[in-house]
């Protein structure tokens, strides 16, 4: 079982930053695959970028592609988003997920992660 906590949400001007952590508890965090999602206002969670479970293999939906980045630190179990040049709309909720690697590709849809966190709300004003 893992729990996961994001921070690092907040209000910010189009073209600024944000940088979100996720930090989890539990054993297997080094072993799972963990992903950002998002949720604006009246639409569907979407992916927005994943890394496998060494850091090696990463991929991004291509709205945020060359924007943000994403990153591991397994010695402190935390997974984070660098937000660069950021959007009004790139606002929503951020979620942390994650999922045990397999043997499989990387995941990019909601149902296949089986730990989320509470989200962070990500503000971006034009």
């Known amino acids: 079982q893992v729990q996961l906590v994001e921070s690092g949400g907040g209000l910010v001007q189009a073209g600024g930053s944000l940088r979100l952590s996720c930090a989890a508890s539990?054993?297997?965090?080094?072993?799972?695959?963990m992903g950002w999602f998002r949720q604006a206002p009246g639409k569907e969670r979407e992916f927005v970028a994943v890394?496998?479970?060494?850091?090696?293999?990463?991929y991004y939906t291509d709205s945020v592609k060359g924007r943000f980045t994403i990153s591991r630190d397994n010695a402190k179990s935390t997974v984070y988003l660098q937000m660069n040049s950021l959007k009004p709309e790139d606002t929503a909720v951020y979620y942390c997920?994650?999922?045990?690697?397999?043997?499989?590709?990387?995941?990019?849809?909601?149902?296949?992660?089986?730990?989320w966190g509470q989200g962070t709300q990500v503000t971006v004003s034009s």
């Open positions: 997920a994650g999922v045990r690697s397999g043997l499989g590709p990387l995941r990019f849809r909601p149902h296949e992660y089986e730990y």
């Open positions: 539990g054993r297997t965090f080094s072993r799972c695959d």
């Open positions: 890394i496998n479970w060494s850091g090696r293999s990463t």
